[in-house]
Each structure stands twice: as C-alpha cells, then as structure tokens.
C-alpha cells in the first residue's frame, strides 16, 4: 500500500470509498497531507470528521511516510542544504535545497543507489538497492518545504529530480509523485518548474514525452561521441548518442519544450574547444540549452576540475553555434552537493571506524 503522502487526490477518493467512507472527505484530507504537511498529526487535523479520524485510528488506513532526518549540513554561503533522510528499512538518501528566497528548488532523490554507473558519480559507485514509492518521493519535498516554511516562511518554486538515482528508471513512480506536487490542491509547483534529469534513459524520455503534464527534460551527455560517453557513462551502450539526441529532438518536438543538456567539464577529458564544436554540431537545429558544469570531484573518481580559460572557451564556442549556455556556479561545493556525495562521505567514515 502506498504512503498517503504517494497517492493522488483520485486515489485518496478511492482509498475512502473502499473503507465504505464518503469520497467527498478527500478534500481535506488531501490539504491536509499534501499544503499543510500534517504528516503523522494528521488525525488531529481541523476539518477531519469523525468517519474518517476513526479510519485514520483503525490501523486500516495508509500510513504516513515517515523520514527521519540522520545528516543535515548546509554550505558556508547559506545557498544549499543537505538533507541525509532515513527510509522506513534503514537505507538512507538525500535531498537538497537550493536558491534564494522567491526561488528555493529541492534536489530530490528517485532511487537508493543507481543501476546506471557513471564513473564520476558517487552514486554510481554504490551500486542499485531499490526504487523509492512515490509516498517516498513526494515526503523528500515535504520534508524541504517544512523547513523552508520553518527557516524562512518561504515556500518551495522548483524540483529538480538530480538527487540519487536515475528517475525515468522509476518512471510510474516518479509520475505518480510529480503529478502529486504539481497539484494545484496541494504544494501547486508549476510542471514547467519541474526538471527530469536523466542520464539518458531513452524509453523514459519517450513516456516523457507523451505524459500529460509537460515536466522539463534535462540530459546529461559529457561525451560528443559513443566512445568518449561509453567511458563516462556505461549505459550509452545500450542507449547510443545518435539515438539518444533522436528521442530529444523527438520530445522537443511533441512536447514544443527546450531540452537543457548538461556537459561535466573535465580538465583533459572533454573540456577542450574540439569537444565545443562537436557538442554544437550535435545539437544543431535542436531547441536546447547547455549547461556546463565544471566538475565537482568525488572520492573515487580521479578527474580533474578544467581551467578556468577552457571553461570560458567552451561556452564562447556553444553561444557562437547559436545554443544558449550557462556555466553552473559551484554553490554548495562544500557540502558535496553533486549527486550522492554525502551519503558517499558518510560511507567512507563508516568504514574508516570513529
Ligand atoms: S550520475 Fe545519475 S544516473 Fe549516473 S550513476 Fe549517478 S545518479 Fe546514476
């Protein structure tokens, strides 16, 4: 049974209508769990009546999802903090805050571990566990909007889906719980406010396209050829890069929605001008945006952050092929705050002893 917090305002209808309880409590119910984050209060809610406090109270009812809070580490510039958050099992993941006030977004987690290996990635080096429910999902922007609403009155504008995981490999999962925070009955994130960010998962960007609500697509490439991607990112040889960019352009299409490509730069790997012009010939024709990232090195990966001048040149070659770019600010650099990074640290602590 899923969470409260994973079902859908037509699922709690049904869920009530299955305990022989009028479909019309829904309403509250769901503002209850969904804008004003009652989590296990919930029963003492205003507006709850007694049929429903007594299911709530009969053991039959869903169960709120409760994430414990076991790390907490914010950067020394105020602008991203780091939640390490406990599962119901003991498995742990994170999710992150980020921005300013007007325009905090949450970093959120899809997967404990990854199936997908990128070298550069912490996460890829743990290995897969599980898929997270959609109750586990959407309780990871409760869990960042309480605080927000906690630290600075402020609310929640953007989700980014760029925590641990690869999130079109829980496709239904991930819909379920994006379909929830975009409802206008609960946190009402507007779905363009709403990053998928993927490292290429094909048959995902293809449901993507054709899901109802249109969530923004981000790719992650690193790599302008098979073999320079297939040496970052093991599952290019599944999904190749022609293919990938085709289904892009496909979505881009359908969805009438820019594609923003994330490019990691790494110092002697793909951060020189030839690298520029093949990534602008690949994308050429296309509408996408490409953000470059210089990168963020995590234990266990031995590359390099690119000089600064590459950085510049790079980007000087993307804008003069006519695609906007952005170089991603390294915010948050102290926190770790690259995908799995500090459940990576945490890990490597462990293992060293006190
Ligand atoms: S970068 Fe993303 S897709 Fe790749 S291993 Fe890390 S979490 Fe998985």
Redesign the pocket.
């Known amino acids: 049974m899923n969470d409260f917090e994973g079902l859908s305002y037509r699922a709690l209808e049904a869920a009530l209508e299955d305990a022989g309880i009028n479909p019309v409590h829904a309403k509250p119910l769901f503002a209850a769990i969904q804008r004003r984050l009652l989590g296990a209060d919930l029963s003492e809610a205003e507006g709850i009546l007694p049929p429903v406090q007594r299911w709530l109270a009969s053991g039959q009812s869903p169960k709120c999802c409760e994430l414990e809070q076991t790390g907490y580490t914010p950067s020394a510039d105020g602008f991203t903090e780091k939640y390490l958050l406990r599962l119901a099992e003991g498995a742990e993941v994170e999710a992150v805050r980020m921005g300013f006030p007007g325009r905090f977004t949450a970093c959120l987690s899809s997967q404990v571990g990854?199936a997908?290996?990128?070298v550069f990635?912490a996460?890829?080096q743990m290995g897969f566990s599980r898929h997270l429910t959609a109750g586990e999902i959407v309780a990871q922007a409760h869990h960042v909007e309480r605080s927000l609403r906690a630290s600075h009155g402020d609310r929640l504008r953007n989700i980014v889906m760029m925590g641990?995981?690869?999130p079109l490999h829980n496709f239904e999962p991930l819909m379920e719980a994006l379909d929830i925070l975009t409802d206008n009955r609960g946190l009402n994130i507007g779905p363009a406010r709403v990053a998928v960010s993927t490292?290429g998962h094909i048959p995902g960007i293809q449901k993507l396209a054709r899901h109802p609500k249109r969530y923004s697509l981000a790719v992650?490439l690193h790599g302008a050829s098979d073999a320079e991607r297939g040496a970052l990112?093991p599952v290019n040889k599944k999904w190749p890069l022609a293919e990938l960019v085709e289904a892009c352009r496909e979505y881009s299409a359908i969805k009438r929605a820019r594609v923003f490509f994330a490019w990691t730069l790494i110092g002697g790997v793909n951060d020189s001008a030839d690298h520029a012009h093949r990534l602008a010939a690949l994308l050429t024709g296309m509408d996408a945006h490409v953000n470059l990232i210089p990168l963020n090195a995590t234990e266990g990966y031995e590359g390099e952050a690119p000089a600064e001048e590459n950085v510049r040149e790079f980007q000087r070659i993307i804008q003069e092929s006519g695609l906007p770019s952005t170089v991603r600010q390294r915010r948050g650099i102290d926190v770790a705050a690259g995908?799995?990074q500090l459940k990576a640290k945490r890990r490597v602590r462990a293992a060293a002893g006190p």
Do not use: K
Request: hydrophobic share 25%; proline share 0%; net charge negative.
């Open positions: 990854c997908m290996g990128c990635c996460t890829g641990m995981g690869e490292v992650s990112i995908c799995g």
